[in-house]
């Protein structure tokens, strides 16, 4: 019985920290990372803003690398710690031992072990207590409660993983892949009052987290324009724009509730907990009719001597049509069992509109920037700047993300001919605690 609360809870943690970790962006690039997360190349700033397909490198930066390699030395320790010929047995994963940290391995999971952890976060292991009775049950998770959101959390974001094409005179062909992807949930107010307020259990009593989500996925062929209208090299109004033909390959919507329900007694009988769940999907599965809809993206760039000021928005009016997805109702309560509801029916979903503000400032071997970046839930905002000196750079960046936090990065690198090996450090609140750790990251470039 104290397992299914001490899940319940665990997961709650893990879902809610996790927003903060899709806040900040999932950064292989140590030059990134060294600069608290912004972006200042061009290819960084495209992916946002159309006109920048033709805005050229800023005089006195070095172009952008070809191709980036992250150096896993993270993963290297974490596999010396954790060999895989002894996982099964390995404390950190096996609950049955008593070396078994529930809070640690989630914060492994919040923070994966590509880049090494510096400055490990404190996991808060001797604050939780027990109250456990004849017929009761009580949880006192003391500073980790303040962890247990009160209200809806969640992940989720769009993205592009493919964009290629041909480009002639600023007129541009091409096909991008895209993903949207939303997960949400909300603790019940019984569960929230036993994990946060140290309510105890009660029996009869239903514990339950509604939840939604929902995932689609498709490619866009795109024909789109960007060049610079007024103005040169050094100073100049560059536009961009491109219109999308979305074709949807798959699409899921669940909304659902889940939990579990105490017997008579806490402890004792044959039932002490009865687990169910009940949902209703809406789906359109690979392969079956493709989903279609029409949107675009627009952005503007001004380029004044070392001043460089973008605005990029993305997937305006973007609504998919579905016209053959099919909607199940589902329900778990000892045995699982599932009905359809209807067929055949036309859904229509909407693309998240994501935008971008950038300004940079370029003065001999200096270059500052900032930018405001919203990719579909929540704003993050950067700050950050580099300094060259002979084959060396020194970074350093600080960043806002969408819980108001405020998180830092620093680093440098060296670059010989073709070959750049960089190092950056990041600090983040992605773990069950309110202290901050330290991630170094290692990356190889290629130009």
């Known amino acids: 019985m104290r397992t299914f609360f001490v899940g319940a809870g665990l997961v709650a943690l893990c879902v809610g920290c996790a927003t903060a970790a899709g806040a900040q962006g999932w950064v292989t690039d140590a030059r990134r990372i060294g600069l608290g997360g912004l972006g200042l190349d061009q290819g960084s700033l495209r992916r946002y803003n159309a006109a920048y397909r033709a805005v050229p490198g800023r005089a006195g930066q070095r172009g952008r690398p070809k191709l980036t390699i992250p150096i896993p030395l993270g993963l290297i320790q974490f596999f010396h710690d954790h060999p895989l010929s002894n996982i099964k047995n390995d404390p950190a994963f096996n609950h049955d031992s ?121 490619f866009a062929p795109s024909i789109g324009y960007a060049g610079r209208i007024v103005g040169d090299s050094t100073t100049g109004l560059y536009v961009g724009g491109a219109f999308h033909y979305y074709v949807g390959l798959a699409y899921a919507r669940v909304n659902g509730d889940g939990g579990f329900t105490t017997g008579d007694s806490i402890f004792s009988g044959p039932t002490p907990v009865k687990l169910d769940a009940r949902g209703l999907t809406q789906y359109s599965k690979f392969g079956n009719s493709v989903g279609h809809g029409v949107g675009g993206d627009i952005g503007i760039a001004v380029v004044t001597g070392p001043i460089e000021l973008g605005v990029g928005v993305n997937d305006i009016a973007a609504t998919i049509t579905w016209p053959d997805t099919r909607v199940d109702s589902a329900l778990y309560r000892d045995s699982s069992f599932s009905k359809p509801v209807a067929n055949h029916i036309e859904t229509k979903t909407k693309l998240p509109v994501s935008y ?91 130009y």
Do not use: C
């Open 98 to 218: 008593a070396g078994f940290n529930p809070v640690e391995l989630l914060n492994t999971f919040l923070n994966p072990p590509l880049f090494l952890e510096v400055k490990k976060a404190p996991t808060p292991t001797n604050d939780v207590v027990f109250g456990i009775g004849k017929d009761s049950l009580r949880l006192n998770l003391g500073q980790t409660a303040k962890l247990v959101p009160e209200d809806q959390f969640g992940i989720g974001g769009s993205s592009r993983p493919l964009d290629a094409g041909l480009s002639i005179k600023g007129v541009r062909v091409g096909v991008m892949g895209w993903v949207h992807g939303e997960l949400g949930f909300q603790l019940g107010d019984k569960l929230l009052g036993f994990l946060r307020d140290s309510v105890p259990a009660a029996p009869n009593t239903r514990y339950n987290i509604p939840g939604d989500a929902v995932f689609e996925a498709g």
């Open 356 to 446: 971008l503000v950038n300004l940079a400032y370029t003065v001999g071997k200096t270059t500052l920037g900032a930018d405001v970046l919203n990719s579909g839930r929540g704003t993050t905002v950067h700050v950050g700047g580099e300094q060259r000196v002979g084959v060396l750079v020194l970074r350093g960046g600080v960043a806002r993300d969408q819980r108001k936090r405020m998180e830092f990065g620093w680093g440098g690198g060296l670059r010989f001919g073709g070959l750049g090996v960089d190092l950056g450090f990041w600090t983040h609140t992605n773990s069950l605690s309110n202290q901050r750790g330290v991630t170094m990251a290692t990356s190889l470039s290629i």
